[in-house]
Each structure stands twice: as C-alpha cells, then as structure tokens.
C-alpha cells in the first residue's frame, strides 16, 4: 500500500510492506521508490513520522542515485573515485583503465550490455583488489581467517561465519580505501567477537579509530552503491 507525506516542499510518497519481522527497515531502489518494511500492526502514522526522521537521508540517498547513474552519465566509481568512461564499439570485449579514464570496448552498444560489460570488469578487479588489502589487513592487525570470499551480496557488505571465513561484498571497491578497511576490520573482528557488543566495538575502534566517519560515509553513499550495479 502507498502512502503520500509532504515535508516542506517536497512530496515524498512511499510503499509499505507488511511483513512478518521484528524490526521496521526502509529501502530505497535504484527506480527510486521508498519501500518500507514493517511488521504488521504499526500504525501508519507512526511510519509518516520515521519517513519524516529519516527524511534527510532519504533525499540525499535519491540524489545520490540520481547521480551514480552508471552509464548514462558516462561515468564510473572505482575506490570512491569517478572515471569518465569511454565507450567504444568495437569487435572485442575489453574494459580497462587508461590515463584516469575507462575504456569500454564493446560490440553492442546497448546499454544493459555494456552495463553487464562493466560489472564483470568490476568483479574481477574486485578479486585482486578487496583480496590483497584484506590480506594486508589481516596481516597488520594479526586476526587470520580460514578463508577470504568474495561475493556478490545484494544486501550486505561483508560477514564472518564461526569457522572463521569472511565473506565480502565485491562492491567495497567501488568504495574508498578507508571504508573498504573499515568493512574488512568489521568482519576480522567478529572472529574474535561474533556479536556487536561493547568489546566488538572497542576492538574496531582501537585498529580503526575513525570507524565512525566510514559508518557515516555508508549511510551516506551506501544505499546509492547497492543499487548502482
Ligand atoms: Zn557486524
């Protein structure tokens, strides 16, 4: 069912979807469209007021959508960083990097297939890239996993199961370094402790002092970056 609030000027519309669930979780996708999660029996109006809550990060998040369109605006994200894209036809399929712009080589130019060209061509730097800094990591703070994966994960950054093996989301690399870092030291610390208790966070804190602006930086940028691809 929708429902219409207006907050200041602007008119926010929204979608609620009763679910069997503890906690009430707001989604936005990349056509846009706010989708709220709820158990049943909440009360409308108690869900206008959390739209009304959140609604700074929901107008940022949307624009930031707006922005982060992949191809059509001829631009990609790699490490937090925008490339010009280059997009040619050609008679291979290449992507790749050359004086701070992306080529694509492609030999349709349409746009779901040099979309689905560039999410391959993420995937596999994402492999070497996420791979050795998570090594690095690893290495530095001395919390060894059995086992690094990474993964295409539609909703989550990154987890650790208890035999000790981190699973992480290809798409860190579409964030900066400091994030990417945070995410890794996350998941490495619940290797020590699988909960998000006191002693998690204050493990994170002492190898990663300035989680929490790489925790802002997600609530910012991360809803635009799950959707992007
Ligand atoms: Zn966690």
Avoid at 77 to 91: A, D, F, H, R
Wanted: hydrophobic content about 40%; charged content about 30%.
């Amino acid at each position: 069912m929708k429902r219409k609030i207006v907050l200041k000027d602007i008119e926010i519309e929204y979608s609620i979807i009763f679910k069997n669930k503890k906690n009430i979780s707001i989604k936005i996708d990349n056509k846009k469209d706010i989708l709220v999660y709820s158990p049943a029996g909440i009360a409308y109006e108690y869900l206008d007021k959390l739209i009304i809550e959140k609604s700074k990060w929901i107008i940022k998040s949307m624009e930031n959508i707006e922005k982060g369109n992949l191809v059509e605006e001829d631009r990609v994200i790699l490490l937090g960083k925008y490339y010009e894209t280059i997009i040619k036809k050609s008679n291979i399929n290449r992507v790749f990097i050359e004086k701070d712009k992306v080529i694509i080589n492609t030999v349709s130019l349409e746009k779901t297939y040099t979309r689905k060209l560039i999410v391959d061509w993420y995937k596999k730097i994402a492999t070497d890239i996420i791979g050795a800094r998570a090594m690095e990591v690893s290495n530095k703070i001395s919390i060894k996993p059995s086992k690094i994966i990474i993964k295409n994960q539609k909703s989550i950054w990154g987890s650790c199961n208890s035999k000790k093996e981190i699973r992480l989301n290809w798409r860190l690399v579409l964030m900066p370094y400091a994030v990417m870092e945070y995410i890794i030291i996350h998941e490495l610390c619940h290797i020590k402790h699988m909960n998000h208790s006191k002693e998690f966070w204050s493990l994170v804190n002492y190898y990663c002092n300035d989680y929490k602006k790489s925790k802002i930086w997600l609530k910012e940028n991360g809803v635009m970056l799950m959707n992007l691809v």
